[in-house]
């Protein structure tokens, strides 16, 4: 009985080591296949190592390959081994350096680009269009609005009151009719005869004189003046440019000699990115002579806030700012117009005669 027990817990011992034994084999056999299993090789896939707008041709010049791994490549992209398949090609669209370059971004000839447009027309959103407005550096914020800031956009507009027949500016012209009437054995034809006694007048009012209690008829001394108003028209668009637009595109851009500035002109247009709607306004407002302005905002900043116009009312009660009384004194000299201060260190130009 007692060599029975012993013969079955031998038994067991030998199984469990077996099943332990095996286990540290499998391990150790992992490890060593993991250890002679070759890691995937890399393939060098070609990139643009300087910018290549579009339209340009890729030359051996212009492109250069980075390392990636095998598993990593995809069919798409061209490796050095075929370099043959891609030189001579034109990119569809500008490629900038460290780009890797794939086969729906060339064509075989330029002939092929000709309905996608310009690179440019690429940055505008669909529903979306692009229309240039004047500006200045004053109404550029100084030349601070550059390539894709995020903008405001003020209109000033001047508005003056005219004749609703006429669509002439107020006041009207007088003159004197005289001889009406028909005209005897004649058909009744009225006869009309204006005399003006050699001049115009203007329309004017009748008033009377507080102190004698006669009337008189007063005529404006001057034009009308024209009331103006300031408004926030735009929110939040986007600057597609600031200045020209290439009118040639080129392979490469021309170098600046050495020591030797390239003059830039000071730009007096820029293009913003605005909806078709918003695109007529702007082209009222430019034909109607509007005075635009840009406003820089931050790129982040989506928010959208209600503004008054600005007007002389506006002012007035916005700010506190009284209407002067008219006093029985005044100061010296006689101030007509605002001018700036003349400093020490101004520089002052002297337009010969």
Same mark, same amino acid.
């Given at each position: 009985?007692?060599?029975?027990?012993?013969?079955?817990?031998?038994?067991?011992?030998?199984?469990?080591?077996?099943?332990?034994?095996?286990?540290?084999?499998?391990?150790?056999?992992?490890?060593?296949?993991?250890?002679?299993?070759?890691?995937?090789?890399?393939?060098?896939?070609?990139?643009?190592?300087?910018?290549?707008?579009?339209?340009?041709?890729?030359?051996?010049?212009?492109?250069?390959?980075?390392?990636?791994?095998?598993?990593?490549?995809?069919?798409?992209?061209?490796?050095?081994?075929?370099?043959?398949?891609?030189?001579?090609?034109?990119?569809?669209?500008?490629?900038?350096?460290?780009?890797?370059?794939?086969?729906?971004?060339?064509?075989?000839?330029?002939?092929?680009?000709?309905?996608?447009?310009?690179?440019?027309?690429?940055?505008?959103?669909?529903?979306?269009?692009?229309?240039?407005?004047?500006?200045?550096?004053?109404?550029?914020?100084?030349?601070?609005?550059?390539?894709?800031?995020?903008?405001?956009?003020?209109?000033?507009?001047?508005?003056?009151?005219?004749?609703?027949?006429?669509?002439?500016?107020?006041?009207?012209?007088?003159?004197?009719?005289?001889?009406?009437?028909?005209?005897?054995?004649?058909?009744?034809?009225?006869?009309?005869?204006?005399?003006?006694?050699?001049?115009?007048?203007?329309?004017?009012?009748?008033?009377?004189e507080p102190?004698? @209690?006669?009337?008189?008829?007063?005529?404006?001394?001057?034009? @009308?003046?024209?009331?103006?108003?300031? @408004?926030?028209?735009?929110?939040?668009?986007?600057?597609?440019?600031?200045?020209?637009?290439?009118?040639?595109?080129?392979?490469?851009?021309?170098?600046?000699?050495?020591?030797?500035?390239?003059?830039?002109?000071?730009?007096?247009?820029?293009?913003?990115?605005?909806?078709?709607?918003?695109?007529?306004?702007?082209?009222?407002?430019?034909?109607?002579?509007?005075?635009?302005?840009?406003?820089?905002?931050?790129?982040?900043d989506e928010?959208?806030?209600?503004?008054?116009?600005?007007?002389?009312?506006?002012?007035?009660?916005?700010?506190?700012?009284p209407v002067?009384?008219?006093?029985?004194?005044?100061?010296?000299?006689?101030?007509?117009?605002?001018?700036?201060?003349?400093?020490?260190?101004?520089?002052?130009?002297?337009?010969?005669?």
């Amino acid at each position: 009985m007692r060599r029975g027990r012993l013969v079955i817990f031998l038994a067991l011992i030998l199984i469990v080591g077996l099943v332990v034994g095996g286990l540290i084999i499998r391990q150790v056999l992992s490890r060593v296949s993991a250890r002679v299993t070759p890691t995937p090789t890399s393939m060098q896939v070609i990139i643009a190592n300087q910018r290549i707008p579009q339209g340009g041709k890729i030359t051996d010049d212009n492109i250069g390959w980075i390392d990636i791994p095998q598993d990593n490549v995809s069919e798409v992209m061209f490796t050095m081994d075929r370099k043959g398949d891609i030189v001579g090609k034109i990119a569809r669209y500008a490629l900038e350096p460290g780009v890797v370059i794939t086969r729906p971004m060339v064509a075989e000839t330029a002939a092929e680009l000709a309905p996608s447009g310009p690179e440019w027309a690429a940055l505008i959103p669909p529903g979306m269009t692009a229309i240039s407005v004047p500006t200045s550096r004053l109404g550029a914020v100084a030349y601070g609005v550059a390539d894709g800031a995020h903008i405001n956009v003020n209109a000033c507009l001047l508005f003056l009151d005219v004749d609703p027949s006429f669509q002439s500016i107020l006041p009207n012209y007088t003159a004197i009719v005289s001889g009406t009437g028909y005209l005897p054995e004649k058909l009744p034809v009225l006869s009309l005869g204006i005399n003006s006694g050699g001049a115009v007048s203007a329309q004017g009012r009748l008033e009377l004189e507080p102190a004698l @209690q006669q009337p008189f008829y007063a005529v404006p001394s001057e034009a @009308q003046r024209p009331r103006l108003v300031c @408004q926030m028209i735009f929110q939040d668009v986007v600057v597609m440019r600031i200045g020209d637009f290439p009118l040639r595109m080129t392979t490469l851009a021309t170098p600046v000699p050495t020591g030797q500035e390239q003059q830039i002109p000071s730009p007096d247009i820029v293009t913003l990115i605005v909806s078709p709607q918003d695109s007529v306004t702007l082209t009222y407002l430019i034909y109607s002579g509007a005075k635009l302005t840009l406003t820089l905002r931050n790129a982040g900043d989506e928010s959208r806030m209600a503004t008054e116009a600005a007007t002389l009312q506006y002012l007035l009660s916005q700010y506190n700012i009284p209407v002067p009384a008219k006093l029985p004194y005044a100061s010296q000299p006689r101030i007509d117009e605002l001018a700036p201060p003349i400093m020490p260190n101004d520089i002052v130009t002297v337009t010969p005669p």
